[in-house]
Each structure stands twice: as structure tokens, then as C-alpha cells.
């Protein structure tokens, strides 16, 4: 693996010594390619790619075993017959994988991209705005250079925070958006390993907890075929009325000296992104925190009802699993703080409180049915009285539903 390019802060890694005639003339060497082959868009993948395998790299990243691959398969198997009798939903398992780190990264890349890019080109657009007009004139096809700085400084940065996103995820769903492929159940063995070990409960429960888990994401989001473009499309308003802070870009930009090594290693993207604070943003970043908390929030209730007297562990397994969805664990602060969009059900208490007052008055097939049409799902008001919204109406009809707005859509 060469180093990575600008001397980006990984852990146990050194920029370039300055001093060192071989060391800058590699550093030079791959600066130069990296302006010479810049990206089509605003984020340079092959960069982040290469950032959080260098990342893993320094922190290990197991290869998966036989063994690990067969108790993976054993437990999503399992999980899905313990699903069947509490979740009107059928599987939605096609495939049953276990992958490392690295095979986390390289399955999701397509899905962050989606969620990445617009961001990322309003970062590399403001950099460009920096630039005084009459330079531009001067600097003519130079321009690009400043686009190519800004895709690789970005694309470092989303690797450091995939880097550590990897050494944290249990599984394709752990962070509650349909990040893999679709039908495909992943689990990441050494990690649910880790998390185990620092719960300090038995491997096998805590792996079987977090294949029922991703079982019953696959069954929500293979089923439901309007789910996985609702979320994202959350996800995508909310990051679409975010803005760039020029200041601290300016600011940011002002540090660093293309010549200087630790000019650049010092160079930090956290911070620059601001949500408007506006009717429509507020609406888009509650709509967004709606959907992961009933998502997050029916996937914990049929797994704590599936889990039930079989699982010694549930009720410690589920209070750690609350707890960790609702705080957030380092990596996914750091995501949080380089792009400006916490991926957190706020209300996740609240999701599973109300799941369960639907389960007792409509029964599993009633509560399911709920996720037939978008505008039958509870809104966030309807957290306040979930009791409420569970006696209420549940007798729509589909044609009326679409007379209300947009019918559910394909992903």
C-alpha cells in the first residue's frame, strides 16, 4: 500500500520529513499524479478508498475464517426462523455473508456516494468562490486544480471516517440505512467479537442478537418496496439544505502550503458544514429522525419479541443496543462532524414504546401492515400519545391513500 497523499492524520501514520530528500520526492511524485488523474466529481474515491485501507491497515483488520463464516450463516438462519412468528413480514434474506473491515467499505461505497457527493460539491464549489474573479480569468484551466484539491481533501477525510466507521459496524444495517446490497445479510465478525467482549456477555448471544437485527432489516427494507427511497431521500433533503461555512473553509485553506507536508497533515474538513435554519430544514431533519427512529424502533420490538425467553442475554443486549443507536459511538461522531448529519434516531425510546402499543391493539399482522403506504406511518407528532394513534384509524384503503399525495414508490 503506498502512502497516502497530503500526509492525512491516521492514526500511526508520519507525514513526510521535509528534510528527507527521498521522502519528498515520493510526496512530490504523488501529488503530482493525483492533479494529473483528478476525479469526475467532487469526492476522489479512489482516495478514500485507499485512506481507510491504510487506516485499517495500522488497526488490523482480521480476515474472516471458515469457522466465523459458518456461525455467521448458522445465526441469520436461526434468526430468520425466530422472526417468523412475530413479524408478518417474510424474509428477506437472499444471501447470507460474513465480511471483514474492508469488505464493509467496498459493499457500501455505492450508497455513500449517493449521500456524499452533493455535499462534497458544495464544499468543492465554495472553494471555488474563493478564488477572486479576476484570478479565475488569470488562472484559466488552473481552475480545476482548485475542484481536484477539494475532491482529494474531502476523500481523504471520508476515509479516516469510514476507516473507523468499519472498525465499529456489526453489520450492513447497523446504522439503520440500507447501506448493502439489497437481500444481502452481513455480519463483521471481529467486530460483535469486540462489542461482546466489552459488554462482557457471551459471543455467541451477542452474535445471534445482531443477526436477528439485520434479519429484520432485510424483512423491512426487501418488503417494503418504498422504504429504502423514503429513507434516503431523507437523508438527501436534509443534507441538500445544509451550507458551507466559507470562513472556516477560507480559514482552513489559508493553512495550507502545497510545499509543506505538515501544512497539509494539519488540514481538517470538520466544521465547515452548517444546517440552514430554516422552515424547510427543520422539517427535513424531522422527517429524516422520524424515519430512522421507526425503523430502528420496529426493528428493536420484533427482535426483543422474537429473542424473547431464548436469549439469556435480550434484556441487557437490548438496553446496550438502545444505548449505543441512540449516543452514537466515536465514528459515527466523527461522520457527524465532517459532514454535518448525525445518522441517529433521536427518538428511538419513543419508536419502540409506540411499536409496542400498535402490536397489543392491531396484533403483528396490524402493526405491519402499516408499512404498506408511507402516509399510514406515524408521524412525529403521534409520539407524544402513541395509544392514540394505535386505536385509530386502520382501515385505509389504498386508492384513498394515493388521493392524499405520492403512492409508495419503487426503489
Not at 492533479?35 to 474515491?45: E, R, Y
Not at 455513500?112 to 479576476?134: H, N, Q, S, T, Y
Not at 427518538?347 to 409506540?354: D, Y
Request: glycine share 10%.
Amino acid at each position: 500500500m503506498p502512502d497516502i497523499p497530503f500526509g492525512f492524520s491516521l492514526p500511526g501514520a508520519q507525514p513526510p520529513d521535509p528534510s528527507d530528500p527521498q521522502q519528498m520526492q515520493q510526496f512530490m511524485a504523488q501529488l503530482q499524479q493525483m492533479f494529473a488523474a483528478p476525479g469526475s466529481g467532487p469526492v476522489n474515491w479512489d482516495l478514500a478508498r485507499q485512506v481507510a485501507a491504510s487506516q485499517l491497515s495500522a488497526t488490523g483488520d482480521p480476515a474472516v475464517n471458515m469457522l466465523e463464516r459458518h456461525q455467521v450463516e448458522e445465526a441469520l438462519r436461526l434468526a430468520d426462523l425466530w422472526l417468523d412468528p412475530v413479524c408478518a413480514l417474510p424474509s428477506g434474506i437472499r444471501k447470507s455473508v460474513a465480511w471483514n473491515r474492508n469488505e464493509w467499505i467496498y459493499n457500501t461505497l455505492d450508497v455513500w456516494k449517493k449521500l456524499c457527493e452533493p455535499i462534497a460539491g458544495r464544499m468543492v464549489g465554495a472553494m471555488g468562490d474563493l478564488v477572486p474573479e479576476e484570478a479565475r480569468l488569470q488562472l484559466g484551466p488552473m481552475q480545476s486544480m482548485v475542484a481536484t484539491l477539494g475532491g482529494a481533501l474531502f476523500g481523504g477525510q471520508l476515509g479516516q471516517a469510514f476507516g473507523q466507521l468499519a472498525a465499529e459496524v456489526l453489520s450492513a444495517g447497523d446504522i439503520g440505512l440500507p447501506l448493502g446490497p439489497a437481500g444481502t445479510a452481513a455480519l463483521v465478525p471481529s467486530n460483535i467479537k469486540a462489542y461482546g467482549s466489552g459488554l462482557e456477555l457471551p459471543e455467541d448471544q451477542v452474535r445471534l442478537y445482531v443477526a436477528l437485527r439485520e434479519a429484520a432489516h432485510q424483512r423491512l427494507f426487501g418488503h417494503v418496496p418504498w422504504l429504502r427511497a423514503h429513507v434516503l431521500s431523507a437523508v438527501e433533503t436534509y443534507a441538500n439544505g445544509i451550507t458551507v461555512n466559507r470562513e472556516a473553509i477560507e480559514e482552513a485553506m489559508s493553512r495550507v502550503d502545497p510545499t509543506d507536508p505538515e501544512s497539509m497533515q494539519a488540514m481538517a474538513l470538520e466544521g465547515i458544514f452548517t444546517p440552514e435554519d430554516t422552515p424547510q430544514q427543520k422539517a427535513g431533519l424531522a422527517r429524516l429522525e422520524t424515519a430512522l427512529a421507526l425503523v430502528e424502533g420496529w426493528v428493536g420490538q420484533v427482535v426483543d419479541a422474537a429473542a424473547g425467553d431464548r436469549l439469556p442475554s435480550v434484556v441487557p443486549l437490548g438496553e446496550a443496543f438502545r444505548r449505543r443507536r441512540a449516543a452514537g459511538g466515536p465514528a459515527e461522531q466523527t461522520f457527524a462532524a465532517l459532514v454535518g448529519l448525525e445518522l441517529r434516531p433521536r427518538r428511538l425510546r419513543e419508536a419502540g414504546v409506540l411499536w409496542t402499543a400498535v402490536t397489543e391493539q392491531r396484533g403483528i399482522p396490524g402493526r405491519d401492515a402499516l408499512w404498506d403506504h408511507p402516509d399510514l406511518l406515524p408521524t412525529d407528532e403521534d409520539f407524544a400519545d402513541p395509544e392514540a394513534f394505535a386505536r385509530g384509524r386502520s382501515d385505509w384503503d389504498i386508492s384513498e391513500l394515493d388521493n392524499l399525495g405520492e403512492g409508495p414508490k419503487e426503489d
